[in-house]
Nanobody, 128 residues
Framework: QLRLVESGGGAVQPGGSLTLSCAAS????????VAWFRRAPGKEREGIAT????????NYVDSVKGRFTISRDTAKNTVYLQMNNLKPEDTDVYYC?????????????????????WGRGTQVTVSS
């Protein structure tokens, strides 16, 4: 059973930056596509960034394009979400997910594919 543990959340002022980490209990290479979702209480779950199993392809929701960057370190079994120019509307609980999917086309289909594994989330609060 794959386990995912998020870290790096916290409170930051508008315009600030945070880097979220997602540590996996086993290797993610070649087998798992990874995505970050966010969901505040009472809000719809939103997929915001994804990276394919190869690491060659990424995709983002429009609201974070140009501000967030997803990356993966295969040697460390870790996926990162670099978040820059944070806005109050980015306040949310951020979840790391993994899906068994081999192929870069995942990043075109990802919003329609339910993830296989979820982390417990990390809170991000953007406020002045």
């Amino acid at each position: 059973q794959l386990r995912l543990v998020e870290s790096g959340g916290g409170a930051v002022q508008p315009g600030g930056s945070l880097t979220l980490s997602c540590a996996a209990s086993e290797t993610l290479s070649d087998l798992y596509a990874v995505a970050w979702f966010r969901r505040a209480p009472g809000k719809e779950r939103e997929g915001i960034a994804t990276i394919s199993s190869s690491g060659r392809s990424t995709n983002y929701v429009d609201s974070v394009k140009g501000r967030f960057t997803i990356s993966r370190d295969t040697a460390k079994n870790t996926v990162y979400l670099q978040m820059n120019n944070l806005k109050p509307e980015d306040t949310d609980v951020y979840y790391c997910t993994a899906t068994v999917y081999i192929g870069d086309d995942y990043v075109r289909e990802w919003t329609t594919i339910p993830p296989d594994y979820w982390g417990r989330g990390t809170q991000v609060t953007v406020s002045s």
